[in-house]
């Protein structure tokens, strides 16, 4: 039997695959089972910051599965505090819980918010407020906390307790907090899921000082945004946001599950012994692999991320199209329908993505600059 169809009679249909079976990959290349070779401009939607199998990346997986590869949260191991410690010091924040992906971050983050707000208001103010057209994960929390009715149809009730506005209307979030016991304020920077929509500085301003104002957690998902992704560690450093709660995971790892629900001062504390827990949370091969890539993204790294983003963005706008995001977040308003762009790409050996309606580049952060430049060419001839 063929890959596809041994995965097609055993594997849950809950993903809409393309017709390609990936065999191995190199850095931002990857090839099918035909030997067909593509430039890969998903990264596994976001997850492998440094593209396929990178050998330092491979080198300190391997090394560490091969001295200790899982003891339980019981003990310490020195790969989960060491990256406490580099996520601590390269954001600022003062402590982290290690879960395995962004919907449990995300689960974190609403129980941080949650227990500050009882203890701090009482326990009626339980409210967590989102946006429309957010992203926040598929577990029956993290959907209720995502903004578009689609995701929730048939697995009714959610968790209780959430409330959505509108990106940019500052006097909607500000009557909500008012009629509402609200405990905190969840966003993405850059919407990825949501069309890679990017929320202004000004709004995202507003937000945090509405938020101060009423002893409110603010609380950023940096899932899709962190982690580099939009050329600085976590996007709220260049937009100029203090978040009281950062969630992130994707490319943390550069392609081993790993989510981290970071705290700042205010709420480090929260959680108590027994409060929250996770059986391989902070685990030692994620953790070596996350601390290899944190490692390498030095604010050289960084910068060059931001060019080869606006590199994409000036020559797709001077093909005449409308791009979005931040960084190597990029999203693109297509004239012809997003399916049948994604489709000439792959026929011409690009893979991409798509959001909403738009299509989504979420390539490498290493991505080397040829394969870059034909990526690039390639999907404006696809789009064109
Ligand atoms: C912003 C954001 N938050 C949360 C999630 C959920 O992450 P995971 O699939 O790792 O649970 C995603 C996934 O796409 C995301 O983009």
């Not at 507003?206 to 560690?233: H, P, W, Y």
Request: net charge negative.
């Amino acid at each position: 039997m063929s890959i596809k169809s041994t995965d097609n009679q055993y594997v849950a249909h809950t993903y809409k695959r393309f017709d390609i079976s990936i065999v191995k990959g190199e850095g931002a290349l990857c090839w099918d089972d035909s030997g067909k070779e593509y430039i890969d401009m998903t990264s596994g939607i976001g997850v492998n910051s440094f593209g396929y199998s990178d050998p330092v990346w491979a080198d300190a997986v391997a090394e560490q599965a091969k001295l200790l590869q899982h003891t339980s949260n019981l003990y310490y191991t020195a790969p989960c505090a060491e990256l406490a410690e580099i996520l601590c010091t390269r954001t600022g924040m003062s402590k982290v819980f290690f879960g395995n992906s962004g919907a449990e971050a995300n689960e974190c983050a609403v129980k941080v918010a949650r227990k500050y707000a009882a203890e701090h208001k009482g326990e009626e103010y339980y409210n967590i407020i989102t946006f429309n057209k957010s992203f926040h994960g598929r577990t029956l929390t993290t959907l209720a906390a995502t903004g578009q009715d689609g995701f929730h149809h048939l697995f009714t009730p959610l968790t209780e307790g959430f409330l959505y506005s509108d990106a940019e209307d500052i006097e909607g979030l500000e009557k909500l907090v008012r009629d509402n016991k609200v405990a905190g304020v969840l966003l993405e920077t850059v919407q990825g899921e949501g069309g890679v929509n990017l929320m202004s500085t000004e709004f995202l301003q507003a937000v945090e000082k509405l938020c101060r104002d009423n002893d409110i957690l603010f609380m950023i998902d940096e899932v899709q945004t962190g982690n580099g992704r939009t050329g600085s560690l976590y996007s709220y450093r260049q937009l100029g946001l203090h978040p009281d709660v950062v969630s992130t995971a994707k490319g943390l790892a550069g392609g081993l599950p790993m989510g981290a629900c970071l705290m700042n001062e205010k709420c480090a504390d929260v959680l108590s012994y027994g409060d929250h827990g996770s059986t391989f949370g902070g685990n030692p091969v994620c953790a070596a692999a996350a601390i290899s890539v944190l490692n390498r993204m030095d604010d050289a790294f960084l910068a060059e991320v931001k060019k080869k983003g606006d590199y994409i963005r000036e020559k797709l706008t001077e093909a005449g199209y409308a791009v979005s995001g931040l960084g190597l977040m990029v999203g693109i308003t297509t004239e012809k329908p997003v399916s049948e762009v994604l489709s000439k790409c792959i026929e011409n050996g690009v893979l991409c993505l798509s959001a909403k309606e738009k299509l989504r580049l979420l390539p490498p952060l290493n991505i080397a600059w040829d394969q870059l430049e034909k990526a690039v060419a390639v999907i404006i001839e696809a789009l064109n």
